[in-house]
T-cell receptor, first 113, second 114 residues
Framework: KQEVTQIPAALSVPEGENLVLNCSFTDSAIYNLQWFRQDPGKGLTSLLLIQSSQREQTSGRLNASLDKSSGRSTLYIAASQPGDSATYLCAVRSRSNTGKLIFGQGTTLQVKP | NAGVTQTPKFQVLKTGQSMTLQCAQD?????MSWYRQDPGMGLRLIHYSVGAGITDQGEVPNGYNVSRSTTEDFPLRLLSAAPSQTSVYFCASSYGTGESSPLHFGNGTRLTVT
């Protein structure tokens, strides 16, 4: 059974710092991994999707990497800003059942001015 | 495109009442799904559908029914509401279940059962 873990649960950093959010999964036979952002009281916004054959994806100040063999993905945020404050979730679509996305519990990020 | 639209935004029910949460998408997505989000539990899959006429259970299907008569709509029915169903419900869709199909979410329905 696929399990997805995100550590730490919360993170507070000063503005301008580069930071890394972690996502680990137990079954390496994945189809893809997706990173989302959720603002308080809102829905989830897709940030990046990494296919199983890819090693990384980039969008602006965000870079997501994938290492299937170790069951890990990282989301790198460069030059963090207060507007980056949100909860970041990762989700995995497994090859064993592509109909199900399994989510981690998220990392809540606070960027202090 | 409006994307994924959920109605209502908020709902209060009494124990035992039934209701339907609506979800519609205008992106011609084959895959649609329902999640509930609870503090400390994260997002859990309730039901999903890979196309019109096809539905399947997720992690927490008890107490909920779904049907998919059209590509656009995927309603979630609560048969007899219980306080344990107090949660925020999200509908999500994607073009398919392939490697390059990102999931798109609606803005959620906040449900309280008293």
């Amino acid at each position: 059974k696929q399990e997805v873990t995100q550590i730490p649960a919360a993170l507070s950093v000063p503005e301008g710092e580069n930071l890394v959010l972690n996502c680990s999964f137990t079954d390496s036979a994945i189809y893809n991994l997706q990173w989302f952002r959720q603002d308080p009281g809102k829905g989830l916004t897709s940030l990046l999707l990494i296919q199983s054959s890819q090693r990384e994806q980039t969008s602006g100040r965000l870079n997501a990497s994938l290492d299937k063999s170790s069951g890990r993905s990282t989301l790198y945020i460069a030059a963090s800003q207060p507007g980056d404050s949100a909860t970041y979730l990762c989700a995995v679509r497994s090859r064993s059942n592509t109909g199900k996305l399994i989510f981690g519990q998220g990392t809540t990020l606070q960027v202090k001015p | 495109n409006a994307g994924v639209t959920q109605t209502p935004k908020f709902q209060v029910l009494k124990t035992g009442q039934s209701m339907t949460l609506q979800c519609a998408q205008d992106m011609n997505h084959e895959y649609m799904s329902w999640y509930r989000q609870d503090p400390g539990m994260g997002l859990r899959l309730i039901h999903y559908s890979v196309g019109a006429g096809i539905t399947d259970q997720g992690e927490v299907p008890n107490g909920y029914n779904v049907s998919r008569s059209t590509t656009e709509d995927f309603p979630l029915r609560l048969l007899s509401a219980a306080p344990s169903q107090t949660s925020v419900y999200f509908c999500a869709s994607s073009y398919g279940t392939g490697e390059s199909s990102p999931l798109h979410f609606g803005n959620g329905t906040r449900l309280t059962v008293t």
